[in-house]
């Protein structure tokens, strides 16, 4: 059995998206003769808790953690919040206002914490390793970001010990879609540019989630970009008690920022409400996670609020279940530049319930590929609000007729288990 080295910020009993691909590949490692080592925080500035997730760790897995300081207390004081708030990702704003202190405090870490507030854990992370390894043998070192603090681990670590090391990149870097929010100065933008360089190119293999984000890190470094999706796990799925919804419950899983609240939605459900018979009577929208305060003017700008039934958070392995208790699944993409290239976490989670996908976004990006590719759904553009209320009035149609189902084929190759096999070809690839 080869062992492999995980640096990665999130980890259980962390929850949100961030932790849910290394923990996935972690538990078919061992099955393929890998025994993986993970490397994480102790004491972690997590967006959420989900302690089930601690169930799905593998007994052959070694967790090794080491305590971190972040800049985060500060940041609390200085905005006002309390000890205990949580930092939400995303640029994502439960509430309204925007002080002068957050506009202090955002232009701090842009321009002080590169790349990011985990920065401080560089140093005493690299002494760590280099002494954990002299000890313990390990194979291939793997680091996964954002936060990107983990590949700058990474490669000082290879560096110092030749220990082949692949940059595992589940967002972009400086294409991440809040980049020119960070009020970058032109110091820091080159300070970010020359660090994802240096990465780009010390990693003896570089992979993304998606195609159109691998051609964005191939125009900053020419090189080959291994693209390995996020996916679905197969353990996770039962098909067992599933029956036809009795309301057109749209459910949406995950939090909904700024950029992903589209008003052109909120806008054709009014208008479903209003001219189609009996939509009002049926009609229910349930949102599990966290939203931005937009989404939540918008609901009551629009007469919604009375259909939305808000749920702060439930733990992972509940998640399926109640996507498959949905008539139709709701995923809106970021109307950003880097729209074309996102395929959220949550995307593979919606093709594996077998429930239908009403996703807005760009018709000709990754997620459209594969929408289309799997007959898993429909996709509208961000300003096609005709799109939109057809796709909805289908829906409702199909729903009342007893009819609405979900093709979802050939979309086993987004098993977790089967992606793992394609993440241990590229261990072996550079031994």
Not at 238 to 262: C, L
Not at 279 to 292: A, I, P, Q, R
Not at 324 to 343: D, F, R
């Amino acid at each position: 059995m080869k062992k492999v080295l995980i640096i990665t910020y999130y980890w259980p009993p962390s929850g949100g998206a961030g932790v849910q691909r290394w923990l996935k590949f972690t538990r078919y490692l061992p099955e393929n003769g890998w025994i993986p080592v993970v490397f994480t925080p102790e004491n972690p500035e997590a967006p959420a808790e989900d302690r089930s997730l601690l169930d799905e760790v593998p007994d052959e897995v070694e967790v090794v953690k080491l305590k971190i300081w972040e800049p985060f207390e500060i940041y609390k004081k200085l905005t006002g919040r309390s000890k205990n708030s949580k930092i939400n990702a995303g640029f994502l704003k439960e509430e309204t206002g925007n002080s002068f202190a957050e506009k202090v405090s955002l232009w701090i870490r842009g321009n002080l914490f590169i790349p990011d507030a985990k920065r401080f854990w560089i140093r005493p992370s690299v002494k760590f390793l280099v002494k954990m390894l002299k000890e313990q043998k390990v194979d291939v070192i793997v680091s996964t970001g954002p936060p990107h603090s983990m590949h700058i681990i990474a490669e000082k670590v290879s560096k110092r010990t030749k220990i082949p090391w692949i940059a595992d990149f589940r967002d972009p870097w400086t294409d991440i879609d809040f980049y020119d929010k960070l009020r970058l100065s032109g110091w820091a933008d080159r300070m970010h540019h020359k660090l994802q360089l240096k990465v780009l190119k010390n990693a003896d293999e570089v992979v993304i989630v998606g195609r159109n984000w691998a051609k964005g890190l191939q125009r900053h470094y020419s090189r080959k970009i291994e693209v390995i999706t996020n996916g679905y796990d197969k353990a996770d799925i039962t098909t067992k008690h599933v029956k036809y919804p009795e309301k057109f419950s749209i459910v949406h899983v995950g939090s909904i920022n700024a950029d992903r609240n589209h008003s052109f939605f909120w806008a054709s459900l009014e208008y479903c409400i209003e001219n189609v018979d009996g939509f009002s009577e049926d009609f229910e929208l349930m949102l599990v996670g966290k939203n931005d305060v937009s989404v939540t003017l918008d609901i009551r700008k629009y007469g919604l609020s009375k259909h939305v039934n808000f749920i702060s958070y439930i733990p992972h392995n509940e998640v399926i279940a109640a996507e498959q208790k949905a008539a139709v699944l709701y995923l809106p993409l970021n109307n950003t530049p880097n729209a074309k290239g996102i395929l959220t976490g949550k995307f593979f989670e919606y093709l594996a319930s077998g429930r239908p996908i009403f996703a807005i976004g760009p018709v000709d990006g990754d997620l459209a590929h594969i929408l289309n590719e799997t007959g898993a759904g429909t996709i509208s553009d961000f300003d096609d609000q005709e799109g939109m209320k057809k796709n909805l009035i289908t829906f409702y149609k199909a729903f009342k007729n007893k009819s609405l189902t979900c093709k979802s084929e050939n979309i086993r190759i987004y098993e977790r288990s089967e992606l793992t096999k394609k993440m241990v070809e590229l261990f072996e690839s550079v031994l």
